[in-house]
């Protein structure tokens, strides 16, 4: 059976005893309050546009396709529905890229 599932090592499987359940319980509720203190430094981000120049309507809609892969209709419903995401999970270098190319035709992005 082992060969068939491509293990090399014995499972390590533990057996509490009856009374344990409470105390780990509490030992678990420690280790995920310890966790939550350390949050660790995020590294995917969303971009979302705020506001836009309308003169400047045209190029933020061409400037959106070229980042992304919507068509000229999603990207124009997109610049229309403003506040909205533009990018989910970007990392941060490249966030920080569109931010700039975007602020240069007249849009106003954060990263979040």
């Known amino acids: 059976m082992m060969k068939k599932l491509g293990m090399k090592e014995l499972p390590v499987i533990g057996v509490m005893k009856p009374g344990a359940a ?3 319980a509490v030992s678990m509720k420690a280790s995920t309050a310890a966790k939550e ?14 506001s836009f120049d309308s003169a400047s309507k045209l190029k933020v809609i061409k400037e959106i396709r070229s ?15 403003v506040p909205a995401v533009l990018k989910k999970g970007v990392p941060k270098e490249e966030a920080e890229k569109i931010i700039e190319k975007m602020k240069a035709v007249g849009a106003v992005v954060v990263m979040e």
Do not use: I, R
């Open 37 to 50: 203190e350390k949050k660790p430094e995020k590294t995917a981000f969303e971009l979302k546009m705020e």
């Open 22 to 24: 409470g105390v780990a």
């Open 67 to 81: 980042f992304t892969d919507f068509g000229l209709k999603e990207a124009k419903d997109l610049v229309e529905k």
